[in-house]
Each structure stands twice: as C-alpha cells, then as structure tokens.
C-alpha cells in the first residue's frame, strides 16, 4: 500500500471543511488546512509537500478556488473540486483547469473516497 497522501483542503464553511477533513483522515490520509481562502492555499502549496488539493470554487478573500487550481496545477499538483456551484459557465471553467473530479454539494462520500483511492494509486 502507497503512503498517505498530504492533502491541502481548501473549503470556507467550517462544517464542509470539518466533514471533508473526517472522510479524509478515515481514509489514511493527512489533512493540510483547512483553509478558507485561496490566498491562504497558494502559501501552502508554495510550500511544497502537498499530494492533493480539495478545492472549494468560492472562497473567502480576493481568489477563488479556480485560481488556485491553476496555481496547483502549474506546480504538478492535482486537483478535485467539492462545489456548490454548478451552474454550466463556472463548471466549464473549473473543468478547463483538469481536475481528478468535480463532486457538487451535497456529495457522495463514497465517490470522494474513490478518487482519493485512485490518487493514492498514482502516487
């Protein structure tokens, strides 16, 4: 079995943030964050060390979480979005900016749980 993955969450309601940060941790995984904003999020994927990072597309502050998925991937970091913005031109963005997965709100766990299976596999 690979090691566990070091997973930035980048989520702005603190009961979203605490929810995901438990299936997580469930999963044999380290939880970085959660943070609220998107600014917060480039610090730490500046950083390095990070495996994965669950993106929230609204945030608090001035970048949102497309932004920082474009930071994530021009560092070689994938990405997933848990959103609950689902309207076709901000899916469409969040899409261009390929993603392991786009998971709208109220989520399955169960699918989360696959991806982060699948993600420790290519690590």
Known sequence: MSAPLRILLVEDEALVADYVAD???EAGHT???PVAT???AITLLEAGGIDLAILDITLKG???G???AGTARARGIPHLFISGSGDPSTRA???ATQPRDFLL???DQDRLIEVLRAARCRS
């Open 105 to 107: 709100k109220p989520f």
């Open 62 to 64: 001035a970048m949102n």
């Open 38 to 40: 998107g600014e917060q």
């Open 66 to 68: 497309i932004e920082v």
């Open 23 to 25: 299936i997580v941790e």
């Open 93 to 95: 963005a969040a899409l």
């Open 31 to 33: 939880v970085v964050g």
